[in-house]
C-alpha cells in the first residue's frame, strides 16, 4: 500500500509560479503522475515520469511551463508550474502505477494509475 499526500497549491496570479509537492509513503514508486480536475470536467493528466528510463511526458497544454522530478532519497515528487493561465485552475493530484518497468510507457492515462492521493487546489486568477 502506498499513501501520497500532496502539498503547495495555493492562489497566484496569471504568469506566477507555484511547485506542488508529493509526499509517498512508504517510499516512492518509479512511475508516477500528476492529474488535474476542474469542475464539471474529466481528469486529464498533466505530466508523468518513468524515473527507471529518465523518460517524461507531458500533455500539450503544459509543455514548456511545467516540470515534473522526483527525488528518491526524499520519497517526493514535484510539479514545478511556471507562467501559470487561469484554465490552469483545478484539483491537482499525485499518482503512482502499481509495476513500473524501464521499458515502460509513461502514460498520462488515468486508469493507468492505482495509487491516488487526496489533491490540492491550485487557482489562478487573471
Known amino acids: 500500500q502506498v499513501q501520497l499526500v500532496e502539498s503547495g497549491g495555493g492562489s497566484v496570479q496569471a504568469g506566477g509560479s507555484l511547485r506542488l509537492s508529493c509526499g509517498a509513503s512508504p517510499y516512492i514508486r518509479s512511475c508516477m503522475g500528476w492529474f488535474r480536475q476542474a469542475p464539471g470536467k474529466e481528469r486529464e493528466g498533466v505530466a508523468a515520469i518513468n524515473n527507471l528510463s529518465g523518460h517524461t511526458n507531458y500533455s500539450d497544454s503544459v509543455t514548456g511551463r511545467f516540470t515534473i522530478s522526483l527525488d528518491n532519497a526524499k520519497n517526493t515528487l514535484y510539479l514545478q508550474m511556471n507562467s501559470l493561465k487561469p484554465e490552469d485552475t483545478a484539483m491537482y493530484y499525485c499518482?503512482?502505477?502499481?509495476?513500473?518497468?524501464?521499458?515502460?510507457?509513461?502514460?498520462?492515462?488515468?486508469?493507468?494509475?492505482?495509487?491516488w492521493g487526496q489533491g490540492t487546489q491550485v487557482t489562478v486568477s487573471s
Open positions: 499518482a503512482a502505477r502499481r509495476s513500473c518497468y524501464e521499458a515502460g510507457a509513461v502514460s498520462l492515462v488515468p486508469a493507468s494509475y492505482y495509487y
